[in-house]
Every structure is written in C-alpha cells, then in structure tokens.
C-alpha cells in the first residue's frame, strides 16, 4: 500500500472513529499537520463569503485562503497544546505532545468537507453536524494518545478548548493582532464580520440615476420615458 | 445487485450534481457584490432592457394617472425573457381589471443581473435548450433543472449568509424596473409585489432595501408562495398568502424553514404573525402550477368564475381596498 492510500484508509477509520486509526497515526508524523491544513483550506473555502462580502479582489483571494488555513493550522497547535499541559499537569510526563498532536491532527479528518458550508440552506447544518463529528474524533483521539476513558477525554479537550479561549483573551492577543493583520494585508481590505457588513448593506439605499445622468425622450407612441 | 449497480451509479452522479450547482449557486450574487460584474446593474437602471416586456397597454402614460405599482416575481420555472403563456394571461388580466395600477411582470427574481438563463451565461445554450424541452414536454428531468437551479437561488435569498447581498441585487432590479415604467420617487405610489411560489421568498427579501430607498408601504401578495421567516416581514405592511387547497408545494415554506415553526417563538414570521400582519386566504382547489393551477382559464368554481379570474379578483380586492377593511376570502 502506498502511503497515500494508507492515508487514505486512517482518514477513513477516523471519520468511521475508529480507534486503530489513531493508535496507527502515532506512527505517521506528516499525516496530522496534513489533514489539519488540508480541513483549513475546507473551512476557509466554505465559509469564503466573507471575502466576497468585503470584496477581497480575485488577486488576492487565494492567498486569503491559505493565510486562514496556516491560522486554522495554528490554531490546531495551540488546542493540542492546550490539551497535552492540561493532562501532563493531571498525570504526569509520560504523555508525550507528538502523540497528542497526531492523534487531535488526524481528529480533524470530518473538517476535510467543510467546504460544503458554502451550500445555501444547507451549509449551517453541515457545519454542526461537522463541528460534533469533529469533536467526537478528537476525543476519540486523545482517549488513545493519553490512554483515558472517552468521558475524561471529552473533559480534556473540553478544558484545553476553554483554557485556549481564555489565552486568546489575554496573553495571546498579541498573536491575535497579529493574525488580524497578516489576514489584512493579505486581502488588502478590512475585513469585517457578516453581521457588521448585514447591518452596512441594510442602511446603505438603492442607487438611483442622479438629475444630471437623466433625460427625457420621446419614444415612438408618443410616451415620456426616462432614458 | 449487478441491474442494480447502473442506477446506484446514475444517483451518485445526481447527487454530486446536485451538490456542485448549489456550491455554484452563492457565486452569482456574491460576484456581483464583490464587484466582478462591475457596474452592470446601475447602467441598466439608466435604459431599458432590451428583452424586457412591458406589460403596460401601449399608448399609456404609465406615471401621472395611477395610483400604485404591482411587481409580479415569478416562480421558480421562470427561465426569463418571455413570460410563459399563463403568466403573461395573469399579468394582461390584472392589467385590464385595475387600470389604474401599473401591473409590471418583466424581472427575473433568480439572478442578481436580471439576466435571462438562456441569455449571456457559460450554460446558456443548456438551459435554451432545456427550455425547449419544457415547451415541448420532452425530458421531464432535464427540463426540470430549471426549476432546480432557481429553487437553489431561493435558498440563497433565505440563507442568512447570502440573503442581504442576493436581496439587495434583487431590490435594485426590481427599483430599475420600477423607473424604467414612470415611477417617481417624488409621488411615492405605494408598492405591492406578488410572488408566486419562490417568487414568495423573494418578493420578502427585497422589501426593506425597496421600502429604505422609496420610503413608500409595501404590500406582498404570496401566490403559493414557499417563504422563509425573512427579515423583510418587519418592513412590510402585509403579507397575503393565497394558497389552493390541492396546492402541497406552499406548505415546504413551513416544513424547511425553522423560523416558520410556531415554537420559533421570536422568529420574523412569528412576530409578523402576533402584529397581524399574515393573512392567508383560500382561493378553492387549486394546484401550484399547471392544469388547475391559479392561473388556469379554463378550470371552474361552483360560481362559474374561472381559477385565473378568482385569482385576480382577489389580487384586486387586495390592491383596491383598504388593508383595513378587507374581507377578502376565496371558495
């Protein structure tokens, strides 16, 4: 087996979650960091109406792409780390972060469709139906890297999330700031959230032909029309 | 299981068909947006669409003597250009029974640039093609791509994501339809629009950015009309919900749509509902589309009045009256 198709099988064991798939991604360095940039160029391609919205030039769109895909990555990083410090600091050093790190990696593998979040009607649905199926992965996941039964995974990475979320609020802002304007320089405009550009394209009014732009003419039966 | 492997096949690639056009279908209005198509819809404001009919008798001054305006958005068959035979029946009728209402019927509600499906687009020779087929009652299912293909247009107008984008498009279509046929601002006529099936969806979508711009009240006549729980219902006057007893289609509005469920208290249509705003009527036995359909002239009522003429009976009672002291029902 080639080892594109043995990505391939793990990635499938993972979204049927499997365990044997994650005890096998310890073993496989490159398959984590793979699926993890791969899901954030999904999620990015599926929630691109927001570089529509704020009009990113064409140019420029595929690079805002992969910008939010290596932020995605990083993000990834920072949760694995999260989870590892948390249940080194419960158990002990025998927990190593790789382990970790693969097993959360590969539990990414449902995001890999999260380009179809771009669907009208459909797409919210499919983003909580992937968002619980990636949780589910990743705890199976760190259930097999830290050797913990299921519940006391999903607390873990519970925990991690929450202790992430907190970070971002204070130490991390820098790094925050600092994603905010890779993100700004890259799509060469700000760009704002749906429910700010909602509110602008609501108060903005119609365009309506200025006085000068506007004549009157006659057409042939004799009506008055604005041309 | 071999005899049946072709079929499995043939569905798979359905699906992933079906999955790809609705990738496909945000990418209209958020190009136009994001300002791919450049400035298209304000140079069509300022001249008249050359495919564009006009519904209005010839010869009529179509500003000084009226006394409101009536947009009809068709359903999702609607491919664009030429309205199909019934349609433009409808439209020629209302015309005739309120003269004093300019009756227009000449916007396609599934595309931001109003442009024809058959017209200007990578697909348009398919989709000539297609139409054809509906014409001709050939390949029900191709020609039943139509209907998908705008159907998915509906969702995007729905979808909280694209909707203000896609209504706003579709507003400032409607708003150039408007001046192209003598609107004027200065009057403020007041403005019904009448969707018929996801013309429903639509017709509530575009009414806050028509009601911010013209400042005028507006009305929308649903004629099966599926709808979502659309921010426009708390821009609008009334909503008018003509439906046939035989007609299923209407009810997928409240089937798909959380908003339209009752225990979605604080939703759009929920509120629209406690305000009053929502009146549904039953016109009688009446399908969505096609033979006795609305809009058929040759199916009866017990009282002799064909569908189409209840129809427009009821649309003019509706435009004619004040909304207050309407006792409008169907049979």
Redo the contacts between chains.
């Keep these: 087996m080639t080892s594109l198709e043995t990505y391939i099988e793990l990635i499938g064991q993972a979204l049927r979650l499997e365990p044997e798939a994650f005890r096998a991604a310890e073993t496989l360095p490159g398959l984590a960091l793979s699926i993890v940039l791969l899901a954030g160029v999904s999620v990015a391609l599926g929630q691109a ?1 927001v570089l ?2 704020n ?2 030039k ?1 140019e420029r769109f595929i690079a805002s792409l992969l910008v939010s895909a290596i932020h995605y990555a990083f993000g990834f990083g920072f949760w694995t780390l999260s989870i590892w410090l948390l249940g080194r600091f419960l158990h002990g050093d025998d927990i190593f972060l790789g382990n970790v790190a693969r097993a959360v990696g590969l539990g990414y593998a449902p995001q890999l469709f999260s ?2 979040i ?7 649905p499919i983003y909580v139906l992937l968002t619980l199926w990636s949780l589910l992965a990743i705890v199976t996941g760190v259930s097999v890297s830290m050797n913990l039964l299921t519940w006391y995974a999903l607390l873990l990475s519970g925990l991690g999330w929450f202790v992430l979320q907190v970070s971002k609020r204070t130490i991390g802002r820098p790094l925050i700031g600092l994603a905010r304007w890779s993100r700004r320089r890259v799509a060469g405009v700000e760009l704002r959230d ?1 429910r700010e ?2 509110r602008q ?9 200025t006085p000068a ?2 004549e009157l003419t006659q057409t042939s ?7 | 299981m071999l005899s049946s492997m072709p079929l499995l096949t043939a569905l798979a690639v359905i699906g992933v068909g079906i ?1 790809i056009a ?2 496909l ?2 990418l209209e209005s ?2 136009w ?4 198509y450049g400035d298209y ?2 140079e069509s ?4 669409q050359p495919n564009n009919q006009a519904t209005q008798c ?6 000084s003597d009226k006394t409101a305006y009536l947009v009809f958005l068709d359903g999702i068959a609607k491919v664009g250009g030429n309205n199909d035979d019934d349609v433009q029946a409808l439209l020629d009728t209302l015309s005739q029974a309120i003269p004093d209402v300019v009756v227009l019927g000449d916007v396609m509600p599934y595309s931001v640039t109003n442009t024809a499906l058959t017209e200007a687009r990578p697909l348009a020779r398919f989709w000539r093609r297609a139409d054809q087929w509906k014409i001709q009652g050939h390949y029900p299912l191709l020609s039943f791509t139509i209907n998908i293909r705008n159907l ?1 247009q509906v ?2 107008s ?5 909707g ?2 896609y209504n ?1 498009a579709e ?2 279509v409607i ?1 150039n339809n408007l ?2 046929h ?1 609107y004027q ?1 200065d009057k403020r006529l007041p403005l019904t629009l009448i969707g018929y099936s996801g013309g429903g969806q639509i017709a509530l979508g575009v009414v ?3 009601q ?2 013209l400042g005028v009240t507006i009305d929308v006549i649903s004629l099966g009309g599926v709808m979502s729980s659309d921010s426009g219902l708390s821009a609008l006057r009334y909503v008018y919900h003509l439906v046939g007893s035989k007609d299923q289609v209407h009810k997928l509005g409240s089937l ?1 749509f959380p908003g339209r469920w009752s225990i979605v208290f604080n939703s759009y249509w929920n509120q629209a509902k406690r305000q009053g705003k929502i009146h549904t009527i039953a016109l009688g036995p009446m399908r969505h589309t096609g033979t006795a359909s609305y809009l058929d002239a040759a199916k009866y009522l017990d009282d002799g009045q064909s569908f189409l003429e209840q129809t427009v009976s009821v649309i003019k009672t509706i435009v004619t009256q004040p909304a207050t002291n309407h006792r409008v029902s169907g049979k």
Excluded: C
């Design positions: 109406v529509f919205v009009r990113v064409p380009f179809l771009f669907m009208p009607y459909f797409g919210i749906l550009l909602e394209v609501k108060s903005q009014k119609l365009e309506l032909p732009s506007t039966n004799g009506e008055n029309r604005a041309k | 999955v609705m990738l279908a945000p958020l190009g947006w994001a300002g791919w819809l304000k404001a300022l001249s008249p010839e010869g009529v001054n179509t500003a998915f969702l995007v729905a979808d909280k994501r694209y203000p984008t706003q507003a400032q708003l001046l192209e003598g601002l806050p950015y028509l911010h711009t798909m």
